[in-house]
């Protein structure tokens, strides 16, 4: 399966040498076609004033056309062209000129038979290529296209992946399961003696980046056996019944190389819940997912088989796969804590130069919310920004610049911005900056700028994360929204004018207040009562035409109490800027004089007013 198809030699240069013998004989053709310029008013001259000395007919198959070669009395031929040559016979006998009638052609023998069918053979010739190409697979032309259903899974023998649980970082109980997995491959006899079956399937779910086709990777370094790896889009094509046919195949070679894994990768693509969507059902993919279904759990025997399959999409699945006996065991790769992100940054850092104002659990601490793919991400970003500034290791301002871009967005110095409009984005991040650092559960500051980003902002005030929570309070949860509404209240009091800059804000701010009283239960007038019905919206593969699950009155109740918590947290916000209204110009202006300012300088502002 994991042979690389040969492509057929001397296809495409037999290609183009038909096409150009085509080219050369209709070529030919159509100079035996073409006409000298000699037309029917030049034969009435010729022929009034007695310049014809005689006449050759040569007449096509399609009487009564043909051609008229004259020859002249002063020397000379011309050609005619005619589509009535007994008219031509005529005009001549008038005349009394001697001429030659050929017989009746029996047609090009080349225009007729050779050519059509050589047009036909190009054409087949191309599509058999194209057809080729595509279904891969097979050894030679032949084989290839009888193999467009076969699986499409490479097959990585033992000590091909250099990848192991060594060079996967902060997931230590993830790595755990499946180590048992590999345990269980190598020495299956420890536990079927006493009882143990091995686990069909296992899915590993979570959200994008945390690690989850790294850890497949790991265990096909692991594991001594086989690993058969597979996307989910690899399954479903155009053609019905494709994808169950490679789904057969992929366990066919499975069990010739049994014990084994196969990997599939973004299972969601062929595994959504049947008979959903704006469609309904769909033929292929449901097909597919049928097949699948019955080899991992049907009356077919496929012992040795470990299906390991990838999802950050496991609310979308199909309930019959999720059974145990098909996957028995379900790990959940969450986002790191900061033990793991100090282990992962530790990994990602161990090529790459640093300098001793470098430090690693301090980088950790505050990423919090990061993923693995995103740590990696920040440590390429810094090392990219020392290779620019011509230096051969990674300083801790590197690091900082590239948690920004990664964090924000890429600072657009170049943009140009008017003097009011700086002005106005000096106060809005200066109002955000204040509630950041005088309300209690809020992060402090990090950063603060008035330059634009890539994201189309004018401004941004970048929080520290420094802890991991868990979940929300309801106090937490009021404050982030006065952190939000910050910006605009600060315009307010300043210019007595508000403008569009806040309008992302305002929409964060009301996100949070109506998930206050729809899902989490903290609205006094509607109490501990869930109003979401976001989870049966369409696009994510639920039925179109969902019941409502609120009545007319009880909609308005919770427009009215959003409402109410957003003007609330205004109110608050407001009085507090008020109250540090020094600060808001003392920061605006300090903004205005540097364009970025960091924790230190923001900070001792609050310091000079003590």
Not at 45 to 66: C, F, M, W, Y
Not at 170 to 198: N, Q, S, W
Not at 358 to 370: E, K, L, N, R
Not at 385 to 398: G, M, N, P
Request: charged share 25%.
């Amino acid at each position: 399966m994991n042979n690389t198809p040969n492509k057929p030699k001397g296809l495409g240069t037999s290609f183009v040498l038909i096409l150009l013998l085509l080219v050369i004989a209709i070529w030919i053709s159509s100079l035996r076609n073409s006409n000298t310029g000699y037309n029917w008013s030049d034969f009435e001259n010729d022929l009034k004033h007695e310049r014809i000395a005689g006449a050759t007919i040569d007449p096509n198959s399609e009487v009564p056309t043909g051609k008229v070669i004259f020859s002249f009395k002063k020397g000379g031929v011309g050609q005619l062209y005619t589509s009535d040559v007994t008219k031509v016979e005529e005009k001549l006998q008038e005349a009394g000129i001697t001429y030659v009638m050929k017989d009746m052609p029996s047609g090009n023998w080349f225009l007729y038979y050779v050519l059509p069918m050589l047009v036909v053979f190009i054409i087949f010739v191309f599509f058999f290529s194209m057809m080729s190409s595509q279904a891969g697979g097979g050894g030679g032309s032949a084989g290839r296209m009888m193999n467009f259903g076969k699986s499409r899974a490479r097959m990585v023998e033992a000590g091909e992946t250099k990848i192991t649980f060594k060079d996967v970082a902060g997931l230590k109980e993830e790595k755990e399961d499946l180590e048992e997995i590999v345990d269980f491959l190598k020495d299956p006899g420890k536990y079927t003696g006493v009882g143990a079956r091995i686990p069909k399937g296992i899915l590993l779910e979570g959200p994008p980046g945390t690690g989850k086709t790294l850890l497949a990777k790991a265990i096909a370094g692991e594991a001594n056996v086989p690993f058969f790896t597979i996307s989910g889009s690899d399954f479903v094509e155009m053609f019905v019944g494709v994808g169950a046919s490679r789904v057969r195949d992929l366990f066919e070679e499975a069990k010739k190389n049994h014990p084994c894994i196969v990997f599939i990768d973004e299972i969601d693509a062929v595994a959504r819940r049947r008979g959903t969507g704006m469609g309904g059902g769909h033929d292929e993919r449901e097909q597919t997912l049928n097949q699948l279904l019955v080899e991992m759990d049907g009356f077919g025997v496929n012992e040795g088989i470990i299906v390991l399959a990838a999802t950050n999409r496991v609310d979308i699945l199909d309930p019959a796969i999720m059974r145990p006996g098909r996957f028995d065991r379900k790990i959940g790769v969450g986002r790191p804590d900061v033990k793991g992100r100090e282990d992962i940054l530790r990994i990602h850092a161990k090529n790459k130069p640093l300098a001793e104002d470098v430090d690693i659990v301090q980088i950790a601490q505050t990423t919090a919310g990061f993923t693995g793919a995103d740590l990696e991400n920040l440590m390429n970003e810094s090392a990219i920004l020392a290779a620019k500034s011509d230096r051969k290791f990674i300083v801790s301002e590197d690091v900082k610049k590239a948690f920004i871009k990664v964090g924000i967005g890429a600072e657009k110095r170049s943009r140009v911005i008017s003097d009011k409009e700086k002005r106005i984005t000096a106060y809005h991040e200066s109002g955000h900056a204040i509630l950041f650092h005088v309300l209690p559960d809020m992060d402090p500051v990090y950063t603060v700028s008035i330059i634009p980003t890539g994201t189309g902002a004018a401004g941004y005030t970048m929080p520290l994360p420094e802890r991991d929570d868990m979940f929300m309070t309801k106090s937490h949860m009021m404050q982030d929204i006065m952190v939000d509404l910050g910006g605009r209240i600060a315009e307010e009091i300043i210019f007595n004018e508000i403008t569009t800059g806040a309008s992302s804000d305002i929409k964060k701010a009301t996100h949070v207040a109506r998930s206050m009283v729809t899902r989490f239960g903290m609205s006094p007038l509607l109490g501990t009562v869930n109003y979401d019905d976001e989870g049966e919206e369409v696009f994510i593969g639920k039925d179109l035409a969902h019941a409502k699950t609120t009545s007319e009155a009880v909609t308005s109740q919770i427009d009215a109490e959003v409402k109410r918590i957003i003007s609330e947290c205004y109110d608050k916000a407001k009085a507090i800027i008020e109250e540090n209204i020094d600060i808001l110009h003392a920061s605006a202006n300090l903004l205005l004089e540097k364009e970025r300012i960091s924790r230190e300088e923001f900070e001792a502002l609050f310091g000079e007013k003590k």
